[in-house]
């Protein structure tokens, strides 16, 4: 996220002081680093001195630097409220003593610098102060030090900046992404201080944890960046003077775009446009205000036109189905020009960098916040009076790179597999909402409590919101947490429970074809945690299943939401198979922190070297019973028996290693350090952004067709050839009249006819068109 300029020449500023909680962590001098949205913030005697992200190495080492700097620090305490260790403390130390801050800012995991040296970086500066292009610089010095060009691009890059602004980007960011879920009549509290913007569910105060510390309620921030700010504390008090330092930082918006320039143009009459029927899919999307949303995400990044043909390609791309944005180039006919709306068709590698540059900066989460409240205000306007329902389930996304990435449980498999858990929310309809990437495989119970409070930050602290998920979340810790703040919640219970007696069912409902007996009961949460309903359900055939709750709704409607919950789980497969939300897009990886705590690999082995012994000594123990049977042939029982003894010592050997290989272990000591990496976010976020406008489009379009086919259940697939059609584009006095030749049979046909007139009322237009005329489908026999 882009700060404000301040003049080059230090000067004091003056920070606004915020009292640190309790769970702060303190160093000495009077500072302090606690965490807040997803950032840690710092602070000396009461004075907020900078904020940095998880992936802010450059601030963070800058800042540490400079505290280090006062006399009443301790450096041990320092490296631990970082959490960082004490001799990577002191490197960086010596690094800054030795080539300053800018080399503190460069430096990456591990200990490395920049391949960029002073020396050559002010030979590059020197011969762009002389007019050499990145390609003469490249090779008169870049190329010699053993730089690639697109090194020497950044390096001109940041020289650009300096050059126009001469100065440094100082402050402090709080994350900016919720203000987007707000709605309307919170929009003006957006730009609220950090103590004002702290987490508030249910009741008005912020959640806590058991002991007593903020939980880490904001999901993981996409696309935080080196923010190149600095600051120098002297004698370890305030103020804080701020170091003029430029910061060097790769940005995308560097990327050449190549050869290709699209353009928009106006539109024009045409005929037998191939894959016309996407206008329909492009005119829907923008009608549900995402196209609104993104120039305003873009944010200066990329030209409104540019952005808005790239997201057309990918649209109809995936209307088409393509699945991913390599698909664009399927689009590429003919007629294409006047398909887009422009001067050619964009290729995949255009789409992909206007798409790159747009996701930085936070465009990509901006986008999809901003796509997510205007979804969620529409479930809640539509929801019953006892509020909205939305359900929360994860999704592994699996890999078959050559990377190695952590490993999670893939239900499908039923076993563990590499990829992303995608943690997803469905509303009642089983419309995706939002999507949060955990690349660590993170549990339900810990993304629960953060999904909730995005919900009350998009719909109103008043809102009843009641959340619908599986027994991965019906832990009692879990959900006693979301009771005290507020939220309404219902799962299944977790085995073992007790069966009940037939008498204890008293109440029966129908549901659907079915008769069901209730008995509605409390449970109790254990160690002081409380009570919450639970609902006892005696199906047909005699089997018992158990619903737990936080809600005041009747039985039979928690019941109706549960068994609801297919409509997500047809969405996850509806998504995979129809618009590909298992694809990998953005193949960019960046490595884990060597403190990270993973799953111990050599704990792993050891684990299955065991089981092996143990199934050796079961099937020598087999075959010596079978020899024991069949004769006394005493040479093969010897045998097996010394085959059962190796493998009982082989057991007691393994067995014995146990103690000192813990389940898991810092990152730093295992064999995986260096090659443990995660595939970045940003980009991915875009496109499946796009990819949850599209399947909400879809449905709204199929929810006018069904009824008028004659098999309702196949709307979506005759949406999918009406999106194939190919038409005739004729512009009218303030219309654009759309001609399409769908395949189908007779009934489908007519079926499209008053699905059309139905769309004509709605007045679409196409994002591209600036006159915004009014489009008017037909099919050739209206």
Request: overall charge positive; aromatic content about 6%.
């Given at each position: 996220?882009?700060?404000?300029?301040?003049?080059?020449?230090?000067?004091?500023?003056?920070?606004?002081?915020?009292?640190?909680?309790?769970?702060?962590?303190?160093?000495?001098?009077?500072?302090?680093?606690?965490?807040?949205?997803?950032?840690s913030?710092?602070?000396?005697?009461?004075?907020?001195?900078?904020?940095?992200?998880?992936?802010?190495?450059?601030?963070?080492?800058l800042?540490?630097?400079?505290?280090?700097?006062?006399?009443?620090?301790?450096?041990?305490?320092?490296?631990?409220?970082?959490?960082?260790?004490?001799?990577?403390?002191?490197?960086i130390?010596?690094?800054?003593?030795?080539?300053?801050?800018?080399?503190?800012?460069?430096?990456?995991?591990?200990?490395?610098?920049?391949?960029?040296?002073?020396?050559?970086?002010?030979?590059?500066?020197?011969?762009?102060?002389?007019?050499?292009?990145?390609?003469?610089?490249?090779?008169?010095?870049?190329?010699?030090?053993?730089?690639?060009?697109?090194?020497?691009?950044e390096?001109?890059?940041?020289?650009?900046?300096?050059?126009?602004?001469?100065?440094?980007?100082?402050?402090?960011?709080?994350?900016?992404?919720?203000?987007?879920?707000?709605?309307?009549?919170?929009?003006?509290?957006?730009?609220?201080?950090?103590?004002?913007?702290?987490?508030?569910v249910?009741?008005?105060?912020?959640?806590?944890?058991?002991?007593?510390?903020?939980?880490?309620?904001?999901?993981?921030?996409?696309?935080?960046?080196?923010?190149?700010?600095?600051?120098?504390?002297?004698?370890?008090?305030?103020?804080?003077?701020?170091?003029?330092?430029?910061?060097?930082?790769?940005?995308?918006?560097?990327?050449?775009?190549?050869?290709?320039?699209?353009?928009?143009?106006?539109?024009?009459?045409?005929?037998?446009?191939?894959?016309?029927?996407?206008?329909?899919?492009?005119?829907?999307?923008a009608?549900?205000?995402?196209?609104?949303?993104?120039?305003?995400?873009?944010?200066?990044?990329?030209?409104?036109?540019?952005?808005?043909?790239?997201?057309?390609?990918?649209?109809?791309?995936?209307?088409?189905?393509?699945?991913?944005?390599?698909?664009?180039?399927?689009?590429?006919?003919?007629?294409?020009?006047?398909?887009?709306?422009?001067?050619?068709?964009?290729?995949?590698?255009?789409?992909?960098?206007?798409?790159?540059?747009?996701?930085?900066?936070?465009?990509?989460?901006?986008?999809?916040?901003?796509?997510?409240?205007?979804?969620?205000?529409?479930?809640?306007?539509?929801?019953?009076?006892?509020?909205?329902?939305?359900?929360?389930?994860?999704h592994?996304?699996?890999?078959?790179?050559?990377?190695?990435?952590?490993?999670?449980?893939?239900?499908?498999?039923?076993?563990?597999?590499?990829?992303?858990?995608?943690?997803?929310?469905?509303?009642?309809?089983?419309?995706?909402?939002?999507?949060?990437?955990?690349?660590?495989?993170?549990?339900?119970?810990?993304?629960?409590?953060?999904?909730?409070?995005?919900?009350?930050?998009?719909?109103?602290?008043?809102?009843?919101?009641?959340?619908?998920?599986?027994?991965?979340g019906?832990?009692?810790k879990?959900?006693?947490?979301?009771?005290?703040?507020?939220?309404?919640?219902?799962?299944?219970?977790?085995?073992?429970?007790?069966?009940?007696?037939?008498?204890?069912?008293?109440?029966?409902?129908?549901?659907?074809?079915?008769?069901?007996?209730?008995?509605?009961?409390?449970k109790?949460?254990?160690?002081?945690?409380?009570?919450?309903?639970?609902?006892?359900?005696?199906?047909?055939?005699?089997?018992?299943?158990?619903l737990?709750?936080?809600?005041?709704?009747?039985?039979?409607?928690?019941?109706?939401?549960?068994?609801?919950?297919?409509?997500?789980?047809?969405?996850?497969?509806?998504?995979?198979?129809?618009?590909?939300?298992?694809?990998?897009?953005?193949?960019?990886?960046?490595?884990?922190?060597?403190?990270?705590?993973?799953?111990?690999?050599?704990?792993?082995?050891?684990?299955?070297?065991?089981?092996?012994?143990?199934?050796?000594?079961?099937?020598?123990?087999?075959?010596?019973?079978?020899?024991?049977r069949?004769?006394?042939n005493?040479?093969?029982?010897?045998?097996?028996?010394?085959?059962?003894?190796?493998?009982?010592a082989?057991?007691?050997?393994?067995?014995?290693?146990?103690?000192?290989?813990?389940?898991?272990?810092?990152?730093?000591?295992?064999?995986?350090?260096?090659?443990?990496?995660h595939?970045?976010?940003?980009?991915?976020?875009?496109?499946?952004?796009?990819?949850?406008?599209?399947?909400?489009?879809?449905?709204?379009?199929?929810?006018?067709?069904?009824?008028?086919?004659?098999?309702?259940?196949?709307?979506?697939k005759?949406?999918?050839?009406?999106?194939?059609?190919?038409?005739?584009?004729?512009?009218?006095?303030?219309?654009?009249?759309?001609?399409?030749?769908p395949?189908?049979?007779?009934?489908?046909?007519?079926?499209?006819?008053?699905?059309?007139?139905?769309?004509?009322?709605?007045?679409?237009?196409?994002?591209?068109?600036?006159?915004?005329?009014?489009?008017?489908?037909?099919?050739?026999?209206?």
């Amino acid at each position: 996220m882009g700060m404000p300029n301040t003049p080059a020449t230090n000067e004091t500023l003056e920070l606004e002081l915020v009292e640190p909680p309790a769970a702060a962590r303190w160093f000495g001098g009077g500072g302090c680093v606690f965490e807040r949205d997803g950032l840690s913030h710092v602070f000396v005697r009461g004075t907020l001195v900078g904020s940095f992200g998880p992936k802010d190495t450059a601030t963070r080492n800058l800042l540490m630097v400079s505290l280090a700097q006062g006399t009443e620090v301790h450096l041990e305490q320092l490296a631990k409220a970082f959490d960082y260790t004490a001799d990577g403390l002191r490197r960086i130390r010596r690094l800054y003593e030795a080539e300053g801050g800018r080399a503190v800012m460069q430096r990456v995991h591990g200990g490395s610098t920049s391949k960029v040296t002073r020396e050559v970086r002010e030979r590059l500066h020197k011969a762009f102060d002389g007019g050499a292009s990145i390609k003469k610089a490249w090779e008169k010095v870049g190329k010699k030090a053993g730089l690639g060009r697109s090194v020497v691009g950044e390096v001109r890059k940041a020289w650009n900046e300096g050059r126009e602004s001469r100065s440094t980007q100082v402050g402090v960011v709080t994350p900016p992404q919720l203000a987007l879920l707000a709605s309307p009549s919170e929009e003006g509290s957006a730009t609220a201080s950090p103590a004002e913007q702290s987490p508030v569910v249910g009741d008005g105060s912020p959640p806590t944890q058991e002991n007593g510390a903020p939980p880490d309620i904001t999901p993981p921030v996409v696309g935080d960046a080196g923010d190149g700010s600095s600051a120098t504390q002297e004698n370890g008090a305030p103020p804080i003077t701020m170091s003029p330092v430029v910061a060097e930082a790769s940005d995308a918006s560097s990327t050449v775009e190549g050869r290709q320039r699209v353009t928009g143009i106006a539109v024009e009459s045409a005929s037998h446009v191939q894959h016309l029927g996407t206008w329909l899919l492009v005119a829907m999307v923008a009608r549900l205000g995402f196209y609104e949303t993104a120039w305003e995400a873009a944010d200066g990044r990329v030209s409104t036109d540019a952005l808005r043909i790239a997201m057309d390609a990918v649209v109809m791309a995936l209307g088409v189905g393509q699945k991913c944005v390599e698909g664009v180039r399927r689009l590429a006919t003919s007629t294409a020009a006047a398909l887009m709306m422009a001067t050619g068709m964009p290729s995949p590698t255009w789409t992909r960098r206007t798409l790159g540059r747009f996701a930085t900066e936070e465009g990509g989460m901006k986008l999809h916040l901003g796509t997510a409240g205007k979804y969620l205000r529409e479930a809640q306007a539509s929801s019953s009076d006892a509020g909205p329902v939305f359900y929360v389930d994860n999704h592994l996304r699996p890999y078959t790179g050559q990377e190695i990435v952590r490993r999670g449980w893939r239900m499908q498999d039923k076993r563990v597999r590499p990829g992303t858990s995608d943690y997803y929310v469905h509303d009642e309809d089983g419309r995706p909402v939002m999507r949060m990437a955990s690349p660590s495989h993170a549990s339900l119970t810990e993304w629960l409590l953060p999904i909730a409070y995005l919900l009350r930050r998009a719909l109103g602290d008043e809102e009843t919101i009641l959340l619908a998920f599986d027994r991965a979340g019906a832990f009692p810790k879990q959900m006693a947490t979301l009771r005290k703040g507020g939220v309404e919640f219902v799962t299944y219970e977790r085995r073992p429970y007790p069966k009940l007696p037939d008498t204890a069912f008293t109440d029966e409902v129908e549901l659907g074809d079915e008769t069901l007996r209730l008995c509605d009961t409390r449970k109790n949460l254990g160690k002081g945690r409380g009570r919450v309903r639970r609902i006892a359900v005696k199906m047909p055939d005699g089997h018992q299943l158990n619903l737990l709750a936080n809600s005041k709704r009747a039985a039979v409607e928690l019941l109706e939401v549960m068994r609801g919950r297919w409509r997500q789980e047809n969405g996850f497969k509806h998504g995979v198979e129809r618009w590909g939300i298992n694809q990998l897009d953005g193949r960019q990886v960046q490595a884990y922190h060597p403190d990270t705590i993973i799953p111990n690999p050599a704990r792993r082995r050891l684990d299955r070297a065991i089981r092996i012994a143990q199934v050796r000594e079961g099937d020598a123990r087999a075959k010596r019973a079978d020899l024991a049977r069949t004769g006394p042939n005493k040479a093969k029982r010897a045998a097996a028996q010394r085959e059962v003894d190796e493998a009982v010592a082989e057991q007691v050997r393994l067995e014995a290693l146990r103690p000192s290989t813990p389940p898991k272990a810092a990152l730093r000591d295992t064999e995986l350090v260096g090659d443990l990496v995660h595939h970045t976010v940003e980009y991915k976020l875009v496109l499946d952004t796009i990819r949850i406008a599209c399947a909400n489009a879809e449905s709204e379009l199929a929810t006018m067709l069904a009824p008028k086919l004659p098999r309702a259940a196949e709307a979506k697939k005759v949406l999918a050839n009406l999106f194939a059609a190919p038409g005739d584009i004729r512009i009218r006095q303030g219309t654009i009249d759309v001609c399409l030749s769908p395949a189908g049979t007779r009934p489908e046909q007519a079926a499209l006819e008053a699905f059309l007139d139905d769309v004509n009322r709605l007045e679409f237009s196409m994002p591209g068109d600036q006159q915004a005329r009014r489009l008017r489908f037909r099919t050739p026999r209206t």
